[in-house]
């Protein structure tokens, strides 16, 4: 479409073949996340939302081919070959249900003695198997790889996100506890 309004090609979602449209073929669907026209005329369409594919159009609209994809296992495959240093922020927040939980002990168990991974977690350490309750035998495993030659680091004390008091309220707060001190001497 020009900047007046003006159709300029159309593209029939039917010109994309049915392989590139769900992992699931009782619901064929396209999710089209973006697009971009290369200096030679040829339209991308990005299906994305965890299918990655790029679908390739002449200019003309005629289908050309896909690439890409591999979606959720390409991008588990891609964090287990992190070289340095992969962080999974707030660990057990909620518990993994399968096949979350077998893809983090795959995650963990391609890392394991290869990279670094630091885990953070509001759940004390001896809770961590509270994460895996579908599956303890794959908790204990995975928390093996992670205990083995592992620093633990504990935090105590107040957290950084505790909420914070308006300039009046903080005022109103001192003032009372001035008062308590001025009538407890």
């Known amino acids: 479409m020009t900047l007046m309004g003006q159709m300029v090609c159309t593209i029939p979602a039917a010109s994309i073949p049915d392989q590139y449209k769900t992992n699931d073929v009782s619901k064929l669907s396209l999710y089209l996340t973006g697009v971009a026209v290369a200096s030679t005329g040829n339209i991308y369409a990005v299906d994305g939302y965890g299918r990655d594919f790029i679908h390739r159009f ?86 093996d790889r992670l205990r083995h030659n592992a620093y633990c680091l504990v935090l105590d004390g107040d957290s950084f996100r505790a909420p914070r008091l308006s300039p009046s309220a903080a005022r109103a707060s001192k003032a009372v506890a001035n008062n308590s001190k001025n009538t407890q001497a």
Do not use: C, M
């Open 58 to 143: 002449h200019k003309s609209g005629r289908y050309l081919g896909t690439f890409g994809g591999g979606g959720y296992e390409r991008k588990l495959a891609t964090l287990a070959r992190v070289p340095l240093l992969l962080i999974i922020d707030d660990f057990g927040l909620k518990p993994l249900r399968p096949p979350a939980d077998e893809d983090l002990h795959d995650l963990i168990a391609e890392r394991y003695e290869q990279a670094a991974t630091i885990l953070t977690s509001n759940l004390d350490f001896p809770e961590w198997d509270q994460a895996f309750p579908a599956n303890r035998l794959l908790a204990s495993a995975t928390l």
